[in-house]
């Protein structure tokens, strides 16, 4: 119901209005024609210049309570009274931005209860104990990832994996990362498995191998290997395997040939945790939904607040679908504002 409010067509033709013009993406993602987030930045300020709204970006607030006029926000500078408080903290996200997670503390004070956080959108460490024996530092390629819960497959999802000194990183794997964070929050058995031929099943890609093997039995293990996957990839996983790749297809054992199979469809990610918030894009977890009236976004428990934005227990996929849901959440709560009675 809320991104019913502002649809994604009247996001695009806001955006438009204000002099940024949007294209679409593959899985669509939405971006400025010129590819710079300033310039949808440089628009949002322009606008809230115009319609005369004041900015206090030195003013943190550190607490809000009620208050004779209806809240009082307390900041380094004195209180300010306010009969509304739209509160629009992000949850813990990226802390330097400041959302470091205060305002989901001061909605608490306020009557809220808080579903427990997660980074999400945050790239992977990989255990270095269990990490493949070739660096694979700064190579990328398209892999399809699955999440495993107590042995049944949760998640299932595509796209492009970056290997970093620290572990993974890339599209899919922060898609990823909410689903592992979030089951290791619930303390069950998780665990992510990478299939190195998206798309391909076992028996696919062992019918593959096999038809090679006929047509070039003097083929090296190395060279088919290579030729499905990107160089440093193949190597790596010939280590992993402890298989030699100079070993002709011919030669190759049926046990060794189906272990590298089962590791090209199905290979194990020693995920050992995240690098946490300070470079997750988003928050998973925050204020229930169901504290909150989806017509308005006015707190049930509060009267005269309202909340939203990434501090709602709320995420997306990545590609702009967290920032639909910023958009739209906020659009509904300034309709429910402006036709709120005036002294309300």
Request: proline share 6%; glycine share 10%; hydrophobic share 45%.
């Amino acid at each position: 119901r809320v991104l019913r409010g502002f649809p994604v067509a009247d996001t695009v033709r806001w955006f438009e209005s204000l002099g940024v013009r949007l294209h679409e993406e593959a899985h669509g993602k939405l971006f400025p024609d010129t590819n710079r987030s300033r310039d949808v930045l440089h628009a949002l300020l322009r606008e809230v210049e115009a319609s005369g709204a004041e900015l206090r970006p030195a003013a943190r607030v550190n607490a809000v309570t009620r208050g004779s006029a209806g809240f009082q926000l307390h900041t380094p500078g004195g209180p300010l009274e306010a009969a509304m408080v739209i509160m629009a903290t992000g949850g813990k996200s990226l802390p330097k931005s400041g959302s470091d997670g205060a305002g989901l503390e001061m909605a608490r004070a306020l009557g809220h209860t808080v579903v427990p956080t997660t980074p999400a959108l945050a790239p992977l460490l990989l255990d270095p104990a269990a990490a493949p024996a070739v660096r694979l530092q700064g190579v990328a390629h398209d892999v399809e990832l699955s999440v495993w819960t107590d042995g049944t497959r949760s998640a299932r999802l595509s796209g492009a994996l970056l290997w970093t000194h620290f572990g993974v990183s890339g599209p899919v794997v922060l898609d990823a990362s909410r689903h592992w964070l979030r089951a290791r929050l619930e303390d069950r058995n998780v665990r992510v498995t990478a299939s190195l031929r998206p798309g391909e099943s076992f028996e696919a890609v062992e019918a593959r191998w096999l038809a090679a093997a006929a047509a070039r039995p003097r083929a090296s293990v190395a060279s088919v290997v290579g030729g499905l996957l990107p160089s440093s990839v193949a190597a790596s996983a010939l280590a992993h395997l402890r298989l030699e790749g100079s070993v002709p297809l011919a030669a190759l054992a049926r046990a060794d040939r189906r272990r590298l199979v089962q590791a090209l469809v199905e290979w194990p990610l020693a995920i050992s945790g995240s690098r946490g918030y300070d470079f997750a894009e988003a928050t998973a977890g925050g204020i229930g939904l169901e504290e909150i009236d989806p017509g308005s976004m006015a707190s049930r428990r509060c009267e005269g607040l309202f909340l939203i934005g990434e501090m709602l227990d709320v995420d997306g996929r990545i590609g702009g679908f967290n920032f639909q849901w910023a958009w739209a959440s906020a659009r509904v709560a300034a309709r429910a504002i402006a036709a709120a009675p005036r002294g309300a």
